[in-house]
């Protein structure tokens, strides 16, 4: 079981997270500088941080017939919601709340990110930037719904939305072992909430940076944060949900739950370089025709098995 | 119900009332858009705090995707989509008047009026469980045909929608492999 509510968890959980998502972008960026030809090294590492800096000081930009509040609501939303959604994501024996709908927390703040993107793409009054919101719904309706079988086939396998006791339902054998659709479903689906890899369709470079288009200075830096904390987020809630949480020989809980998340979080980093962007439309035709059936009849089968127990 | 409850019960309903009011009032139809799933949202927290945490956020979960996605019909069919003009949301304003303060008589009527039972057994310690019962034991079979019946109103729906039928996707003889569409899927049916 796991222990919440702690009240150093409620800075230590945004905190990791950071570190997490600041490692992937480091890991990223050493992979750009390999590509690329440059040393790999510290100064490939931290490249991408130079910017930060000279984001925050940077004169936001402002355009005409702006909705402003939208905007900034909507540029905001992005990495707020990827933090409250490790407010049930256990680390080690630790949680900062162990609510018993937690999983379905999990989801609802994933949700958020499609009011966010939405916003912030309808925000700046530029055609560009709508139309990467849009773009986001149209993957949204394709990733969700197979997102949300992954989740109902481990909450079904262990008869308790609670996420820590799905963690400790895995004893022995991993979801991910014999639940291998829903955590590739899921997997895709974190890749495709953190707008990242394959599903940068929203941010895309054919839309001159689509949602990413018109935001500048601390906003951009923001919605830029929000799909590496996203991307962070979803590997560490892969853990408890498919990888059986802190459970591991020799080392200590948070030990464990810290290289399962890590390897998970290199492993969604390599892979999101690996793959072209997939257009929306070809993906809902997938998602629909090919995925969903997949993952419902993967829900399927943690539900015969508790049956027949 | 502790303080800290009744504190976060009265702040999420009159919050969800001035979202409510502002999506009459506000001009632009985004605005209008997520004023309506603020107030929604809030409507969640309420059931949340009342001691159903499931319904509540899966409130959350539900309105922010179909807000979302009513947004584009939204913007895409009314006027003045971004509040660049004024425009009013009210329509029969007399009749609307009446109608909604006599509901809301009725309504608080009846909680002064309603001999409401007393509780006599304990508070269920986790009320998830106690919702899934009651919506998938008893009424499993109206569950069931519900789910049936929506199924096939959206599938009804869109066929009914669609104005491309299969003569026009496999050719005359239904031959014509792959089928010619609009935009490529990516299953190349």
């Known amino acids: 079981m796991v222990e919440a509510g702690a009240w150093w968890t409620l800075l230590a959980a945004p905190g990791l997270l950071v ?29 991408p941080f130079l910017g930060v800096p000279r984001a925050l000081v940077a004169q936001p930009r402002r355009l005409p017939a702006q909705d402003r509040l939208l905007w900034r609501t909507g540029v905001v939303t992005v990495p707020v919601a990827a933090v409250l959604s490790t407010l049930v994501v256990p680390f080690g024996g630790r949680v900062v709340a162990d609510p018993s709908v937690g999983v379905v927390w999990f989801n609802a703040m994933e949700v958020l990110t499609w009011a966010g993107l939405w916003l912030a793409g309808w925000g700046p009054n530029a055609a560009f930037s709508l139309i990467g919101g849009y773009r986001f719904l149209a993957q949204g309706l394709a990733y969700e719904l197979p997102l949300m079988f992954a989740l109902i086939s481990a909450a079904t396998g262990a008869e308790s939305l609670r996420v820590g006791d799905i963690a400790a339902a895995q004893d022995g054998l991993w979801y991910a072992v014999w ?31 689509g949602v990413l288009g018109e935001v500048s200075g601390a906003d951009r830096l923001l919605l830029q944060a929000g799909r590496w904390l996203w991307l962070a987020s979803g590997a560490a809630m892969a853990v408890p949900l498919f990888l059986g949480g802190g459970a591991g020989p020799g080392l200590p809980s948070w030990a464990w739950s810290l290289v399962k998340t890590l390897l998970v979080l290199g492993l969604l980093v390599w892979v999101l370089r690996r793959l072209p962007v997939v257009r929306a439309d070809r993906y809902v035709e997938f998602a629909w025709v090919v995925l969903i059936p997949l993952t419902i009849a993967q829900a399927l089968v943690p539900a015969l098995v508790n049956l027949g127990r | 119900m502790g303080t800290t409850d009744t504190v976060l019960l009265a702040a999420l309903g009159v919050l969800a009332q001035v979202f409510g009011v502002l999506v009459f009032t506000l001009n632009s139809m985004a605005r209008v858009t997520f004023s309506l799933l603020a107030s929604l949202v809030c409507v969640g927290g309420v059931t949340a705090v009342l001691g159903l945490p499931y319904l509540g956020v899966v409130i959350v979960l ?57 509780r006599t057994a304990s508070r269920p310690r986790d009320t998830t469980f106690q919702v899934g019962r009651a919506l998938m034991a008893e009424q499993m079979l109206t569950m069931v045909i519900l789910g049936f019946v929506l199924l096939a109103t959206m599938v009804g729906a869109t066929v009914l929608a669609t104005h491309r039928g299969r003569y026009d996707r496999f050719g005359d003889d239904l031959d014509q492999r792959p089928a010619q569409d609009p935009a490529g899927g990516g299953v190349g049916r």
């Not at chain 2, 179909?66 to 009013?88: C, D, K, Q, R, T």
């Not at chain 2, 809301?104 to 007393?118: E, K, N, Q, R």
């Open chain 2, 62 to 118: 539900m309105m922010v995707m179909e807000m979302v996605i009513m947004a584009v019909f939204m913007i895409a069919y009314m006027m003045n989509p971004a509040g660049l003009m004024p425009m009013s949301m009210l329509h029969n304003k007399r009749g609307a008047l009446a109608t909604s303060g006599i509901v809301f008589v009725a309504l608080v009527a009846g909680i002064f009026f309603v001999p409401w039972p007393d």
């Open chain 1, 179 to 209: 639940m291998p659709v829903a955590f590739a479903a899921y997997l895709a689906g974190v890749l495709a909430f953190s707008f990242l890899g394959p599903f940068a369709y929203p941010a895309g470079r054919d839309l001159a940076g």
């Open chain 1, 19 to 47: 570190v997490l998502a600041a490692l992937a972008v480091a890991g990223n960026a050493v992979l750009d500088a390999r590509d690329a030809g440059r040393p790999v090294g510290v100064a490939g590492a931290v490249r």
